[in-house]
């Protein structure tokens, strides 16, 4: 788009300029460990968009590039003086030379192409970048339920919402060599809550993701991000529904319980009732006894 709609689309839906500088700091540890063993590396940013992770990766040190097809987009980056070209990103990836950048991104560029340019894009990468080198892609996760019927549909230029398995997958064909997928943007404040909603669920999973994807190399350069990839991150689809299935396990036990105890003082209740009954019956049996024995004596007298 050459005028500025998308670029107000995004402020409005995805958020501010600064917010989205704020959550994709969550890259630093990954990257930066990778300047001890290329000073001043390339990265290329595709899809740069406003330039938030190109501006962080010119203040981790990086040497990088954004580039984006959306002029209105790249006035932001033009404003700030930040290293952005305009153009086709996957023309640009595919006329980079072998292994010659540290960090490829993608952020929230995947959903917009289609899956054979997917395959294009992680492909070349893995061509392009350095032993070590990282290949980052967010885009919207379709665990979110709402994120995958509605919020997804939102923007005009998605295609289609891609699954985070699919996309691991999709790095791992193309040979390298450890794959982390980082759940992303999720509420804090149910994380460790175990009294979820529905609502929880239908739209607590983490509304984004990202796969991290590494290239082979020595001991000595992936030993630097060893710890990153050994993490968690985020809450998935399914940790919300176990939390939802335990949450009825424990009403269940509970109305057992009540029940067990309703029970038992029916009984008791019953039993309770039936001795006065009983003492009730066998009085007016005896007394209408004692009647039809006097009517009796009476009839003898006559």
């Known amino acids: 788009m050459s005028d500025r709609f998308y670029q107000e689309f995004e402020e409005r839906y995805r958020g501010s300029r600064e917010l989205i500088k704020l959550r994709l700091e969550v890259y630093l540890p990954f990257v930066k460990p990778l300047l001890s ?3 001043g590396v390339a990265a290329i940013d595709l899809g740069c968009g406003r330039g938030e992770w190109v501006e962080l990766l010119v203040e981790a040190g990086f040497t990088p590039m954004g580039v984006d097809a959306d002029t209105g987009m790249l006035d932001s980056c033009l404003k700030l003086a930040l290293p952005v070209e305009h153009g ?3 023309d640009y990836l595919c006329a980079l030379p072998d292994e010659s950048q540290a960090v490829i991104s993608a952020i929230q560029l995947v959903e917009h192409i289609t899956f054979d340019q997917l395959r294009v894009l992680v492909g070349e990468s893995f061509r392009v970048l350095k032993p070590g080198g990282l ?3 967010e ?29 691991a997958f999709a790095a ?6 450890r794959v982390k997928t980082l759940r992303l943007q999720e509420s804090k404040d149910i994380v460790n809550r175990s ?20 290239k082979f190399a020595g001991e000595d350069i992936l030993s630097l991000t060893s710890k990153q990839f050994d993490a968690s991150y985020g809450l998935s689809l399914e ?5 939802w299935d335990s949450r009825f396990e424990g009403f269940a036990t509970k109305a057992q319980q009540a029940l067990a105890i309703a029970e038992h003082s029916a009984a008791k209740l019953d039993r309770l009732l039936y001795l006065p ?16 024995r006097g009517v009796e004596r009476m009839r003898k007298l006559r």
């Open 277 to 292: 009954i009983t003492v009730y019956r066998s009085t007016i049996g005896s007394l209408i006894m004692l009647v039809r």
């Open 37 to 39: 063993a290329y000073p």
């Open 135 to 137: 290949l980052i892609m």
């Open 139 to 167: 885009t919207p996760n379709p665990e979110n339920i709402l994120v995958a019927t509605r919020n997804f549909y939102l923007d005009p230029t998605h295609l289609r919402p891609i699954p985070s398995m699919l996309l």
């Open 239 to 243: 940790d919300l529904m176990a939390r």
């Open 195 to 214: 009294d979820i909603s529905l609502q929880d669920v239908v739209n607590g999973a983490s509304p984004d993701y990202s796969i991290v994807a590494q």
């Open 88 to 90: 086709d990103a996957l």
């Open 172 to 177: 791992e064909y193309a040979g390298f060599h």
